[in-house]
């Protein structure tokens, strides 16, 4: 998505959201130990090794805030970042889809992300991660339908958009919003992000400040559509 869908008064908005010193806050194994749900949350979600702790790191401008591994599944718990000034928490969701994890894993992963959709009230939106090279896979639509069931917004965000050419990435922007297009509680726009690059992380930034900013997060900036 080129930043012209974005006013540079938005884009400007967006890098502020983010320029503002994020740090981790705390792991969480279980619901009884997740903070006071006194200010609004975004979560990133996504499987296994798509990249939601490198987008985070993109995002704040921090290398090592997030950790990052080539090992799948290794974000086991809810992993909560805030920043000076902001009534926001970003929260990275345990992966999902690892076939080789153990089923015990998987039942608690199971159980901790369905209560946590079920029961956070601040929640806003969820990032839903696809890495634009596979597609929407089975086990983004197990989540997708856990996301319906909650009836928690979400939006989808491509990653790696710098592995694949740009017709091919186009393609799959078009594909994914039209399987998306279904859903009730999926957020129409899609965008296309590469960590590494640079691409679509401005773009974002602003979608993520409009949101903030609809909901009295960040004030001075125009309202979420």
């Not at 992966?95 to 806003?124: C, Q, S």
């Amino acid at each position: 998505m080129s930043t012209a869908a974005f006013s540079a008064e938005e884009l400007a908005a967006g890098e502020a959201l983010f320029s503002r010193g994020w740090r981790f806050v705390k792991s969480v194994p279980d619901l009884q130990f997740l903070p006071s749900a006194d200010r609004a949350e975004i979560a990133l979600a996504g499987r296994s090794n798509v990249g939601k702790s490198s987008l985070i790191n993109a995002l704040v401008r921090q290398r090592g805030l997030a950790r990052t591994s080539n090992t799948p599944g290794r974000t086991q718990e809810l992993n909560f970042f805030e920043a000076p000034g902001v009534a926001l928490f970003l929260v990275d969701m345990p992966g999902y889809g690892f076939a080789e994890a153990p089923k015990a894993n998987v039942e608690a992963w199971t159980r901790l992300v369905r209560d946590y959709l079920r029961g956070r009230p601040n929640l806003l939106r969820v990032l839903l991660l696809v890495d634009c090279r596979h597609g929407l896979k089975d086990a983004d639509r197990t989540m997708m339908k856990l996301l319906d069931e909650a009836a928690v917004s979400y939006q989808a965000v491509l990653t790696k958009a710098d592995k694949i050419k740009p017709p091919r990435l186009a393609a799959m922007v078009a594909e994914t919003e039209a399987e998306l297009a279904a859903h009730a509680a999926a957020f129409a726009r899609v965008l296309a992000t590469s960590s590494q690059g640079g691409s679509g992380i401005p773009e974002l930034k602003a979608e993520l400040a409009l949101l903030a900013a609809g909901h009295g997060v960040l004030p001075g900036a125009s309202a979420s559509p």
